[in-house]
């Protein structure tokens, strides 16, 4: 026993028995509120918002946790306390220019721990709050490290964050990675999946072979072309999505900002 301690303790997670854990509901109409939290329609089944915001009142809630790279304005914290936990190439900090959040560094066994010292409490946190799932964003990272991290990298923290989140009570999504899908619900432990633009990408049936209708998918109002470059109008995208899955998972149309409902960019479609 004095070894399981201290084993799960080394690796971030408290020594304590799993919770139970609480899936989402098939199908279940959701809404994605990243860009800020509002109040759900009444038929929304599923929230999703940031672990710094409160759940949403009688609805399944889903913690949002960038897990594999800093937030944007938790950027200058990550770089002067934890420099040493930031994927570097040549000195400088490796960057995700799309939304200007640095790499976490999940090379090697000690900085998987130490990122779990930090992520670990986080997902604890989202447990007392009263979520009942977490969106672990960003398995893909190591496709943007410029060759610092490995696939197996990534993997190796993901198994890490599914024994804590689930030592917590609390299921934990599969984000990105379409080809990890398969060991994602069969090796790693992902409970189910949150998917985004996989029309556009056609990555859509792994998910769905690996995680059936625990499949969560978002496409976007401004996407203008195609994998191949060609261009699309973004809501046949949307409507595409709907004929092919639309009876199966829930799919919804969002805008990217994810904006509150009483903004002007605020976009949701429900498949019909």
């Avoid at 930090?118 to 009942?132: E, H, L, M, N, V």
């Avoid at 609390?170 to 949150?194: E, V």
Wanted: glycine share 6%; charged share 25%.
């Amino acid at each position: 026993m004095a070894i399981a301690v201290i084993v799960m303790t080394i690796y971030g997670v408290p020594p304590a028995a799993a919770e139970p854990v609480l899936l989402p509901p098939v199908k279940g109409q959701f809404d994605y509120q990243l860009g800020g939290a509002y109040d759900p329609a009444t038929s929304v089944k599923i929230v999703v918002r940031d672990r710094l915001k409160p759940p949403a009142t009688g609805k399944y809630n889903i913690c949002y946790v960038n897990t594999y790279q800093t937030q944007p304005d938790e950027g200058k914290w990550w770089a002067s306390k934890h420099p040493d936990l930031l994927v570097r190439q040549d000195g400088k900090f490796v960057v995700d220019k799309q939304w200007n959040e640095y790499l976490l560094d999940t090379s090697t066994d000690a900085k998987r721990a130490a990122l779990m010292e930090i992520i670990g409490p986080w997902f604890d946190r989202c447990a007392t709050d009263g979520f009942k799932g977490i969106d672990a964003d960003n398995l893909d990272s190591w496709t943007r490290s410029k060759g610092v991290l490995a696939m197996a990298d990534n993997v190796a923290f993901a198994k890490l964050l599914v024994k804590r989140a689930h030592v917590a009570g609390l299921a934990i999504a599969q984000k990105n990675a379409s080809d990890l899908a398969p060991t994602g619900s069969s090796k790693i432990g992902f409970d189910f999946a949150i998917v985004e633009e996989c029309q556009i990408w056609k990555e859509c049936d792994k998910f769905t072979a690996a995680y059936g209708g625990l499949v969560y998918e978002i496409e976007y109002n401004d996407n203008t072309k195609d994998s191949e470059g060609n261009p699309v109008d973004p809501l046949s995208i949307f409507n595409a999505a709907c004929s092919a899955r639309g009876n199966k998972i829930s799919v919804i149309y969002r805008d990217r900002g994810l904006v509150p409902s009483k903004s002007p960019d605020y976009v949701y479609k429900l498949c019909k």
